[in-house]
């Protein structure tokens, strides 16, 4: 079946400075996207298909650093020789932010027969995520956005627990800040209701109030002051936005135009430096919850080996190729890679599936991670999120550094 969006976006070039082999995400441009794979000489055996999904060029998420990590993870592996001598073949599909495109790329990978979903971050796994787990195919390394398939598929298999935690976080921050009520501007979506309810579940263990919502619908909002206003007149001093990147921007800009001051909070991958930049001074109000250090510390080996690896992909120095989902995806791909060393013979869906079950690791990712799949599906009534702490991290001149706060020490402890 084809899909026709009623909305076109564009997708943005990345630039590569080798020739590699490029797989496109098959089906409908206007639905899925295009990709890009990274091959190499070094490499020989059959190739390992893996595909990420995401959004790029949509009003409502949009991630191209996520594309450009899949390049840059998949043409450095390949440049070491690949996966015990198999190269990566990775497809990027792009959602372009709607349920159908995410329902596409997902039929794609199956038809694909990808190996694994990789370091995705797609707000529409609800509808996806089930014609992944029918075709027995596991996701490995996602960036959670508060889909139940996430914390609770046998199939899902994520480095951190996301989003949900990143909210969370802000809340023990805030509390930490001296901050007394906390109050959540959010999209009306479920998805972001599943995260709401951890960050006021960390909210009251901080021992902050916790407001009642103010709800935003997901599309046709073009002016955000009533909602704002509506935060305003309950005297919030802690505010969560719990938008897309769009979104997130347009609260912060309604909130400055009428006065609101508090402490705003958001998760690293819906605010970073292309955003701040939109909103200028209003940045350094923002403390973001992630689930690594900052991406500008090049003290930390990973950090700089990830940006070492973007440059060379040929990936541009703009904020928005740079972000923490892109260096999630990076490390995924990594996670794969040696997980993948422990299978003899050809890396499939079924013998990776098999792998990531069994008693191996941990698995040091980059010197950033301590994953232990097998362990998957054991941390109480969020059995798929490993337990790990969270920065907190905020804006100076419009960069992301380190708020001083401190680290949160497993914010989805009160929902477990």
Known sequence: MRFRLSRRSQVLALAAVSAFAVTGC???EEAT???AAGGSSAAKGTPVKLMTISAVGSPLTNYPDIEAATKAAADAINKSGGINGHPIEATFCNTKGDANGSTTCAREAVKEKVAAVVGDLDIFEPVSFPVLEKAKIPVVGQHPAGAENDFKSEYSFPLQSGNGAGYAAFAYAAAKEGKKRFLIVTIDLPIAATQNAWAEAGAKDAGLEVLPQVKIPAEGVTDYTPY?????SQNADAILIVQGNAGT?????AADAVGLDAMFGQSITSFGESEAASVKDISSKVFVGSPYPSINDESVPAIKAWHDDLDAAGVGKDPILRRTA???TWLAYHAVAQLGETIQGDITNESLFAALKQEAGPF???????????????FGALPHFPPHDFHVQTFEDGKIVDSGVGKI???LKPSR
């Open 26 to 28: 098959g089906g409908d």
């Open 33 to 35: 996207g295009s990709g």
């Open 228 to 232: 704002v206003q509506q935060a305003k």
């Open 249 to 253: 921007q347009g609260v912060l800009k």
């Open 326 to 328: 892109g260096l999630n």
């Open 364 to 378: 040091d990712i980059q010197g950033l991670v301590s994953w232990e799949p097998a362990k998957s599906g054991s």
């Open 409 to 411: 020490p497993d914010p």
